[in-house]
């Protein structure tokens, strides 16, 4: 099977990122400000700059986990480069989901379906991030020593995450509010720096990443 340099997916990856990133501000609503002054009318917004906080995290926390991948990853082929489109598809969807979640926020029932769609959106690219390392794996397009152990390394954290987050969904339902700040929790799990769990990177000389 064809092979391909990791140094252009690399890049449209970050590029991608970086829009969606940039995306969720510009979604950030501006507050209009009547009688009650600015300071209660951005207090009233408070919906939306959680849920870019919950967005900007859950993205930040797919780059740091897709960057440690392609560490690893020596080339690419056309079943890895389709699944990394895919992964990207999601990331780059990502702020539609903000945005329905900081506008439906306000009513009970809107509120809840605006929280589980958010909740399985984030699941489905958790589900494509782990796919991506499998097939990496499997395919032998990862250098790694350790193989399987290495694998389950990653998914040390991963996993949980995943569970967490079907856990929340359902939550979503009675409390959506409550869901979408363990959204965030689960996020801020992903990113905290817990050591670099993949021995081999790529590059010899470079510093390892941490996988968050």
Same mark, same amino acid.
């Given at each position: 099977?064809?092979?391909?340099?990791?140094?252009?997916?690399?890049?449209?990856?970050?590029?991608?990122?970086?829009?969606?990133?940039?995306?969720?501000?510009?979604?950030?609503?501006?507050?209009?400000?009547?009688?009650?002054?600015?300071?209660?009318?951005?207090?009233?917004?408070?919906?939306?700059?959680?849920?870019?906080?919950?967005?900007?995290?859950?993205?930040?926390?797919?780059?740091?986990?897709?960057?440690?991948?392609?560490?690893?990853?020596?080339?690419?082929?056309?079943?890895?480069?389709?699944?990394?489109?895919?992964?990207?598809?999601?990331? %780059?969807?990502?702020?539609?989901?903000?945005?329905?979640?900081?506008?439906?926020?306000?009513?009970?029932?809107?509120?809840?379906?605006?929280?589980?769609?958010?909740?399985?959106?984030?699941?489905?690219?958790?589900?494509?991030?782990?796919?991506?390392?499998?097939?990496?794996?499997?395919?032998?397009?990862?250098?790694?020593?350790?193989?399987?152990?290495?694998?389950?390394?990653?998914?040390?954290?991963?996993?949980?995450?995943?569970?967490?987050?079907?856990?929340?969904?359902?939550?979503?339902?009675? %409390?959506?509010?409550?869901?979408?700040?363990?959204?965030?929790?689960?996020?801020?799990?992903?990113?905290?720096?817990?050591?670099?769990?993949?021995?081999?990177?790529?590059?010899?000389?470079?510093?390892?990443?941490?996988?968050?």
């Amino acid at each position: 099977m064809r092979r391909f340099s990791m140094n252009r997916l690399e890049a449209f990856s970050d590029g991608v990122f970086a829009i969606a990133i940039t995306l969720l501000v510009l979604e950030l609503p501006v507050p209009i400000a009547g009688e009650q002054g600015l300071l209660s009318a951005l207090h009233e917004e408070w919906l939306s700059y959680l849920a870019y906080l919950v967005s900007f995290a859950t993205i930040g926390a797919f780059w740091l986990a897709h960057s440690a991948i392609t560490e690893y990853v020596t080339s690419a082929d056309p079943v890895f480069l389709r699944l990394n489109l895919a992964f990207l598809l999601v990331v %780059s969807f990502l702020p539609y989901p903000t945005k329905v979640v900081a506008e439906f926020a306000r009513d009970d029932e809107t509120e809840r379906v605006a929280a589980t769609f958010f909740g399985a959106t984030v699941l489905i690219g958790l589900v494509l991030l782990v796919g991506l390392w499998r097939y990496a794996m499997s395919a032998g397009l990862a250098q790694l020593d350790g193989g399987e152990g290495d694998a389950r390394l990653f998914l040390r954290r991963v996993i949980p995450a995943g569970v967490a987050y079907l856990l929340l969904i359902f939550i979503g339902f009675p %409390s959506p509010t409550v869901a979408v700040v363990g959204y965030l929790a689960v996020a801020i799990f992903l990113i905290l720096p817990f050591g670099a769990i993949l021995p081999h990177p790529r590059a010899s000389g470079d510093v390892k990443p941490d996988l968050a």
